[in-house]
């Protein structure tokens, strides 16, 4: 399985930016779809963005649509994930997975290697 350690978190006023980063022990992501889910206080876990490969597709939930982007670097084997205009219903913690190339993305059941999780926490 790959190994993934996730960093970045923090806390940040409403409106503001984050990026979190994601190391992969292994390359390359072509063979793999790297994704970010989230879990808030007293929530499931849910979906936030996907990349498929290298990037050449890519993946959100409606509620960061256009708020966040998912990239990949290839020569560091790190997927990031940059948030911005943040909102207090982001707070979560943030985990990096990593996946087979097929299926829906979304369905954090296909992801056989999770990271720690890293916090983000947004005050109003």
């Known amino acids: 399985q790959v190994q993934l350690a996730e960093s970045g978190g923090g806390s940040v006023q409403a409106g503001g930016s984050l990026g979190l980063s994601c190391a992969a022990s292994e390359r390359p992501f072509s063979l793999y779809t790297m994704s970010w889910f989230r879990q808030a206080p007293g929530k499931e876990r849910e979906f936030v963005a996907a990349s498929i490969g290298t990037g050449i597709r890519t993946f959100y939930a409606d509620s960061v649509k256009g708020r966040f982007t998912i990239s990949t670097d290839n020569a560091k084997n790190t997927v990031y994930l940059q948030m911005n205009g943040l909102k207090p219903e982001d707070t979560a913690v943030y985990y990096c997975?990593?996946?087979?190339?097929?299926?829906?993305?979304?369905?954090?059941?296909?992801?056989?290697?999770w990271g720690q999780g890293t916090q983000v926490t947004v005050s109003s």
């Open positions: 997975a990593a996946g087979p190339l097929l299926g829906d993305p979304r369905r954090q059941e296909r992801y056989p290697s």
